[in-house]
């Protein structure tokens, strides 16, 4: 029988993480990334520059509405594509092109400040149109950037080597 809701009833407290996805966004027309500077008020990273993403939330999986059924699982195919077009839209308001797919970067696990465990991984995707629009409260200036550029800014730890690789992938293609 599939779930009927959500619900952490039957989770090992010992095997709950976030997880968030990153996108770096690589704008064709000029070879630069976009960089956004994370607010004072963020819990994790104040003030420090860094790329779209954020957290796979319930919501991003309503039990009505599963894009499968595989026998009593509720499969969300997409679901990591359609946060990180959510979160560009949301958070610096443009949009990204999927429709060529998008290349993993890496991937990390950490510990925020706060405890909570989070698994992150971390995208190269194409910039497909827009004017970059900064989420009030969370984002407070933004760039784009090539590999040098990058190194000019306060970033989060990772943030210049992954802006370097988006480049070497995509500008190939």
Not at 38 to 62: A, I, M, Q, T
Not at 141 to 155: L, P, T
């Amino acid at each position: 029988m599939p779930a009927e809701k959500i619900h952490l009833g039957n989770a090992k407290q010992n095997k709950l993480f976030y997880l968030v996805a990153n996108a770096v966004i690589f704008r064709n027309s000029d070879g630069r990334c976009l960089i956004l500077k994370r607010s004072h008020s963020e819990k994790v990273h104040p003030n420090k520059y860094c790329v779209p993403g954020g957290k796979l939330e319930w919501k991003d999986l309503p039990v009505d509405k599963p894009t499968r059924r595989n026998g009593d699982v509720l499969d969300y195919e997409n679901a990591v594509e359609e946060l990180l077009s959510r979160e560009a839209r949301e958070e610096a308001g443009i949009e990204i092109d999927l429709s060529q797919g998008m290349q993993y970067i890496n991937s990390v696990a950490f510990i925020r400040p706060d405890g909570i465990p989070v698994v992150l991984v971390k995208f190269a995707v194409l910039y497909k149109s827009g004017e970059v629009s900064l989420e009030k409260g969370a984002f407070t200036d933004f760039a784009w950037v090539n590999a040098e550029e990058v190194k000019q800014y306060d970033c989060i730890e990772g943030i210049k080597e992954e802006v370097e690789k988006t480049i070497e992938v995509l500008k190939k293609n």
